[in-house]
């Protein structure tokens, strides 16, 4: 298909233009998604693994824009194939993904609010009607936007402008963008932490209240702040581009940690009057995330292409091939594990009261679920690699 967010054709793509570094940094990134999203329990996780409250900027602040980013990278490799010309078929593929990626977040929600409804309905023994009756009416109510509808829209706006758009202006068309925001922002309270932030006003009218994530009246993935979102996957297709098309490894590593500094350290020094902040997704949090992804990017270009040891780090490489089935197959068995079976104790707390029983109710716990969850996954990621088994959409 129309690549965009890594699959086979990924894969290959990356190994002609040596960029492996990129199958093992978006392994990385899956695996740190799904760490930062498994906790054993939320009343102890080390602060590193939880996101800001507002404005700053944590660990696990700066991996979803980081695989947003690569995501981006995987658009120019992918649609280098169709010579980034945009025709009936290709804009089909493109349609075409950008729905199932959306379906398939939306079916994420849907069954975490459906089992979580029917669970909660079957605990109580004084329930007036039926669990599974109050389980459909939930799904009335299912969070419209979110992590992989984020990137399905990122993706399809993104494919279609870089299908439309004279490369050479992408640079341009990212700068109008973030400054187009930023005064969206500055006029509209974009930077209050409540329900008068024009963020809050546009995401209660076009998606509602009952359909949004909501936190203060903010929707961390709402409708305005994918506008930045979508600068952060043409900044990762402009890299792309640079690695792609800069034969000599010194140069491309030159251009990469160059203009990968210049975006940190601007985004850094324009914090003051323009916050970093991840929920609002602000132009600054755009030049130091995407400054950071190809900071790494560039380290680990050099320690598997120029040191020639990518064999220490195919076991990031695992998540990396099959970076949305993980991912899915990750949120699918969390909410699995937190709702089965219905009327007990769950799966979760069963397996979490095993380990603090022996390591005490403590963040380590915590963690050390998170990372055996993430190890399960794993598993099923490492028989997919062995079997060279790309699920793709």
């Known amino acids: 298909g129309a690549g965009g967010v890594g699959d086979a ?9 040596g ?11 899956i695996g740190g998604m ?12 080390y602060p590193p693994l939880l996101h ?14 980081l695989f947003m ?20 078929a290709l804009f089909l593929k493109i349609i075409r993904r950008t729905f199932l990626i959306f379906i398939i977040g939306t079916f994420i929600y849907g069954t975490a609010t459906f089992l979580g409804t029917l669970r909660e ?34 993706y399809g ?13 992408i640079p341009y068309l990212v700068a109008v963008i973030l400054i187009v925001y930023y005064g969206i922002l500055l006029v509209g309270n974009g930077f209050v932490y409540g329900p008068e932030n024009i963020l809050s006003h546009v995401d209660k009218s ?8 909501n936190d203060r009246g903010i929707d961390p993935e709402g409708v305005l702040s994918t506008i930045p979102s979508i600068a952060q996957v043409l900044i990762g297709f402009w890299f792309g581009k640079i690695c792609m098309e800069t034969p000599d490894m010194k140069d491309k590593l030159n251009r990469l940690f160059l203009y990968g500094a210049m975006g940190l350290i601007a985004g850094f020094l324009l914090q003051d009057v323009c916050p970093l902040n991840k929920k609002v997704w602000s132009p600054t949090f755009v030049l130091v995330t995407c400054g950071f992804s190809a900071l790494l990017l560039s380290i680990l270009l050099w320690y598997i292409d120029v040191t020639k040891k990518y064999q220490r780090t195919w076991i990031f490489a695992i998540f990396g091939v099959n970076p949305l089935f993980c991912y899915v197959l990750s949120e699918i068995l969390y909410i699995l594990a937190d709702s089965l079976p219905l009327q007990e104790q769950n799966m979760h707390d069963i397996i979490y009261a095993g380990l603090s029983g022996w390591l005490g109710d403590n963040a380590f716990t915590s963690f050390v679920y998170a990372f055996l969850f993430v190890g399960v996954v794993w598993l099923v990621g490492a028989y997919l690699y062995k079997k060279k088994i790309y699920i793709k959409i």
């Open 19 to 29: 960029l492996l570094a990129l199958d093992v940094l978006r392994g990385l990134t």
């Open 52 to 65: 800001s409250s507002w404005n700053g900027l944590t660990m696990a602040d700066v991996i979803y824009p």
């Open 9 to 17: 054709d990924d894969v290959k793509a990356c190994v002609v233009g």
């Open 69 to 88: 980013f690569m995501m981006g990278m995987s658009m120019y490799i992918s649609l280098k194939k169709f010579s980034f010309t945009l025709d009936k």
């Open 157 to 169: 706006i993104g494919s279609l402008l870089v299908t439309t758009v004279r490369h050479r202006y």
């Open 121 to 154: 309905a079957s605990l109580q023994p004084d329930f007036v009607g039926s669990p599974w009756k109050a389980a459909f009416a939930s799904l009335a109510h299912v969070r419209i936007l979110g992590v992989l509808q984020r990137l399905a829209l990122c």
């Open 206 to 213: 076009v998606l509602g209240l009952s359909h949004m994530y």
């Open 34 to 45: 799904i760490l930062v999203n498994s906790p054993g329990t939320w009343s102890y996780v």
